[in-house]
């Protein structure tokens, strides 16, 4: 018996290892790590919230137009001639460091499974939080940021005393949301990183983040800071191989393109655009990331008339989507851990529209035309990955005179076409150059109704119900869903 148990055991450890031979090993070389498939979950799920939060948000100030998280820097370099200086100086004194706002960040108000509720409301499918931005500060107890920087930089000690990363990472699990982890490889003033960049990354990065990698076991690897560097001297190929050989949630994770200057939007699972207009197709899955303001952390020069409206966010969601993307709309928490309340409504209508509408917009791709315009000037769309305009109400509900709008947005799942109209289409609804299938059912998403359509030559003609101000309970789009056209369109 005993000898039947050892040859058993024996081929059972010859599986194994047969096992974890025939898994694919990645090399240290873009060919390689490029191979990689972006796990088909990223690109379903279409909105994720980003969550930038840090010693910033104790000063929480920048002027108007700017990155609040940048404080330190703006503050050291004494940028826009001085302003953020004598800010600084006029409210907490001349003796006051960046550091010593630890000893003010105390997250005293946060509770981690209030976030994740506010996030499943949202609708998000995934989080992007900032685990270290450019400071070196992190938000999780790291060796390296403690030796570097002293205990004030260590949230376990100071401040918080708790473990931000690994408590936030799981309330947020446990509404089934993915987890990503933005990380700063570049550190503004680290001692290493100014005099001997060869052992900044050898010393300090490479261990910090394979700790962080090895603790949190993110989702997303939301890497930034990368600009002052070719990927060579970052040496990413060989930590990007080290990540996919070890991480063990490897099936599900995903990168971003930010591993070197000049490699976006070459390089990583899904390309990042930042306040920017995103991009026009679906090849290689992307992201669009910005603020509801204009900074990341809380700002609190800004106003009301700073931040963009529900419908205008609704809108860029539907946009960004119809064009193969994702929108990672940015929250700045306060200080003491609580989200300001003009960010829990703007992320509650998202998520009340999404409730109803959310076919529409999760799991679909690109149809053969994103958009359909009206009569009128198309307008030209600059596509950058940093910075480039976007204005969706002049590109929807009110267009300069003469200029073109995007009457109708299309996404595709399952055999449905689901068109999005920004404004109500009144009696008519026509989609030029839409054919029906042989069982064609046109539904309005909002009420289930099933509606009559009609084809006038090569254009599609739903006739929508009667518009009912108060039944409507998302006014911002809405949403027609046309089950089975003929796959010719597609």
């Known amino acids: 018996m005993r000898k039947i148990v050892r040859v058993l055991c024996f081929f059972g450890l010859l599986l194994k290892i047969g096992t974890a031979t025939a898994e694919k090993q990645y090399q240290p070389n873009w060919e390689s790590i490029d191979s990689r498939p972006t796990p088909p979950w990223f690109t379903d799920a279409k909105f994720g919230v980003f969550i930038c939060w840090g010693l910033y948000s104790v000063p929480a ?6 990155y609040a998280e940048w404080y330190q820097y703006w503050l050291q370099q004494k940028s826009f001639e001085g302003k953020v200086s004598d800010f600084h100086i006029r409210a907490y004194g001349k003796d006051i460091e960046f550091k010593d706002f630890a000893l003010m960040f105390k997250a005293e108000l946060w509770n981690p499974d209030e976030w994740a509720d506010l996030f499943e409301k949202a609708g998000a499918k995934y989080i992007v939080f900032t685990t270290k931005h450019h400071s070196g500060y992190t938000l999780w107890p790291s060796r390296e940021a403690e030796r570097t920087y002293g205990e004030n930089y260590n949230p376990m000690k100071i401040g918080p005393k708790r473990d931000i990363v690994g408590e936030l990472s799981a309330a947020v699990r446990k509404k089934n949301i993915k987890v990503g982890l933005y990380y700063s490889l570049y550190e503004w003033y680290h001692p290493l990183w100014q005099r001997d960049k060869k052992r900044f990354v050898d010393e300090h990065m490479f261990p910090q983040f394979k700790d962080l990698i090895t603790r949190y076991r993110p989702d997303i690897v939301w890497s930034d800071g990368e600009w002052e560097m070719g990927w060579e001297d970052w040496r990413s190929p060989e930590l990007l191989a080290w990540l996919f050989n070890n991480a063990p949630n490897e099936k599900d994770l995903v990168i971003n393109d930010r591993w070197g200057k000049g490699g976006r939007h070459k390089h990583g699972g899904f390309y990042t655009t930042e306040y920017g207009s995103g991009m026009d197709d679906d090849s290689h899955p992307w992201e669009e990331n910005r603020g509801m303001g204009f900074s990341y952390g809380y700002n609190r020069a800004e106003d ?9 966010l609704i809108l860029m969601l539907i946009d960004v989507v119809s064009r193969g993307g994702n929108l990672c709309l940015d929250i700045g928490p306060r200080a003491d851990g609580k989200i300001p309340v003009i960010m829990q409504e703007r992320l509650l209508q998202i998520g009340a529209w999404l409730k109803t509408n959310g076919e529409a917009i999760y799991g679909t791709r690109m149809w053969k035309a994103p958009c359909q315009w009206s009569a009128g000037t198309v307008p030209k769309m600059v596509r950058k990955e940093y910075m480039s305009h976007f204005d969706i109400l002049a590109q929807t509900i009110a267009p300069p005179e003469g200029q073109a709008f995007k009457e109708v947005f299309f996404t595709f799942k399952n055999e449905n076409l689901y068109a999005i109209t920004p404004k109500w289409p009144g009696r008519k609804l026509t989609l030029k ?46 949403v027609f869903r046309i089950h089975d056209v003929e796959l010719q369109d597609k």
């Open 61 to 66: 100030w920048a002027p108007k137009g700017k």
């Open 433 to 478: 150059n839409v054919s029906p299938g042989r069982h064609t059912k046109v539904t309005f998403l909002e009420t289930g109704e099933e509606l009559v359509s009609e084809m006038d030559g090569t254009d599609l003609v739903i006739t929508p119900p009667e518009f009912n101000m108060n039944g409507m309970k998302t006014p911002y789009a809405y």
């Open 304 to 312: 009301l008339q700073d931040y963009r409206s529900a419908q205008e």
